[in-house]
């Protein structure tokens, strides 16, 4: 069976399409899974041995097979995938390429700390050989290229102590192709231009990310679901999508209950508050906000952008005062712009609005670090959903919840501690509790 598989090459049945909603624009596709459901397993064989016995009329096949036509072969590719023996997986990656990898995986890069982090959560780390340099200040939260303050002993624990020695192959402006080409990569991981890497390194690349700014958990579990694949990680993936959900419905159970009408209305900056309401450099400031962050909705929050036609959007004072939000959400990044609320706080612009009125302007946490760290928005939900309902969460350790969250994705223990210490502001808020 694998000498038929190697001889006609790798001959696949169909492609797994896992949709998401359209602001995600993520489509996921794993070829070798015939039923399109969210697996590959017998009902794959079983449905593709109806179509070569005439069995089943399922057409719409036709336009999603790798080679034209379905045999035998493929037959055996699902077993091959089943059985976990492949020895090539062929993927669809965010930009519709096709990918074909080698299995198993063992040296892989990564183009951004998110892919970094997903692999350690899957079990993977000790494959990972470089990244991008961010990955050092991103994962175990630090201050950026000191590496001297922040969660250190994450820093130092995380990846079998590797980190700090880890080879940077890239920064936001810059990339060694030489580099990663002398580290031999079996598959590099990128959020864009998977051809450059693929002709300038030559290795796979394969493409992982949301496809747009807007933060969304169907996003994340498809980008899970296809990197456990390329992995060989299907079990793990399994179980980290399981813990994500598990965390989701905990709030979703209370906060679905709620009634529209009681649920209070939020302006969310994600980009925080530290340059005046407004950067002129990159239009990132308080005055920036996104029209979907799915962890606000799922905390029992009404977004105040949420009719808006795009991610990201400045808007102006004028309409931050139109929309007179109950609370405001500040993103805060490092200790030292705790304090940017009280800009807020102390703006005659305004000192109409009901949050300011109310003493409603709250810190939360950073969303973003090259990316979209899954760990931080997912405490991130819950956090919200604490401050937009203490009663009914009057009960929710925010701590042990914050630990076993950033434990999942990067396997150390008393991560959140570390972070609300070095923030400053969780830990006068968890004080408070």
């Not at 790798?66 to 020895?87: A, T």
């Not at 030559?202 to 899970?224: A, H, M």
């Not at 005062?321 to 712009?337: G, L, R, T």
């Not at 914050?402 to 008393?414: M, P, T, W």
């Amino acid at each position: 069976m694998t000498g038929n598989n190697l001889l006609f090459g790798v001959v696949i049945t169909a492609i797994l399409l896992i949709c998401v909603p359209s602001a995600s624009a993520y489509t996921l596709g794993v070829f070798g899974n015939a039923n399109e459901d969210d697996t590959i397993d017998l009902k794959d064989v079983e449905y593709t041995e109806s179509i070569i016995l005439g069995l089943d009329d399922q057409t719409q096949l036709a336009d999603a097979k790798y080679d034209g036509e379905i045999n035998i072969f493929d037959v055996m590719q699902i077993e091959q995938i089943m059985l976990g023996q492949e020895k090539e997986l062929t993927v669809m990656d965010i930009d519709d390429r096709i990918v074909t990898v080698p299995k198993p995986i063992k040296r892989m890069i990564t183009r951004a700390p998110d892919d970094a982090r997903l692999t350690i959560a899957l079990g993977a780390g000790d494959k990972l050989v470089a990244s991008e340099a961010a990955v050092k200040s991103c994962l175990c939260p630090t201050n950026y290229e000191a590496y001297t303050e922040g969660c250190m002993d994450c820093y130092f624990e995380i990846l079998n102590e590797r980190m700090p020695d880890l080879p940077e192959t890239s920064t936001r402006h810059t990339i060694d192709y030489e580099l990663m080409a002398s580290l031999n990569p079996d598959v590099i991981f990128t959020t864009e231009d998977g051809d450059l890497f693929e002709n300038k390194v030559g290795c796979p690349c394969v493409t992982f990310g949301y496809g747009s700014n807007e933060y969304n958990y169907d996003g994340l579990y498809g980008q899970i679901e296809l990197m456990g694949y390329v992995l060989g990680t299907r079990d793990e993936a399994d179980d980290l999508i399981d813990f994500i959900e598990s965390k989701v419905d905990m709030v979703r159970s209370v906060t679905d209950a709620i009634d529209e009408s009681d649920r209070p209305t939020v302006y969310f900056a994600p980009r925080g508050c530290s340059k005046g309401f407004y950067d002129p450099k990159e239009g990132r400031d308080f005055t920036r906000t996104v029209s979907s962050y799915e962890p606000l909705d799922i905390a029992g929050g009404i977004n105040v952008a949420r009719n808006e036609p795009t991610g990201n959007l400045n808007v102006g004072i004028e309409q931050i005062i139109a929309w007179d939000p109950d609370y405001m959400f500040v993103a805060c990044s490092k200790a030292e712009d705790k304090g940017s609320i009280n800009m807020i706080m102390e703006s005659d612009d305004l000192k109409t609005v009901s949050a300011v009125k109310n003493n409603m302007v709250c810190n939360s946490f950073y969303p973003y670090c090259r990316g979209h760290p899954p760990d931080r928005s997912l405490f991130n939900m819950i956090y919200m959903a604490k401050l937009l309902h203490p009663e009914e969460f009057a009960d929710l350790d925010l701590e042990a919840e914050g630990n076993e969250i950033f434990k999942a994705f990067l396997g150390v223990d008393g991560v959140f501690t570390q972070y609300a210490d070095w923030l400053e502001w969780p830990r006068e808020y968890l004080d408070t509790q």
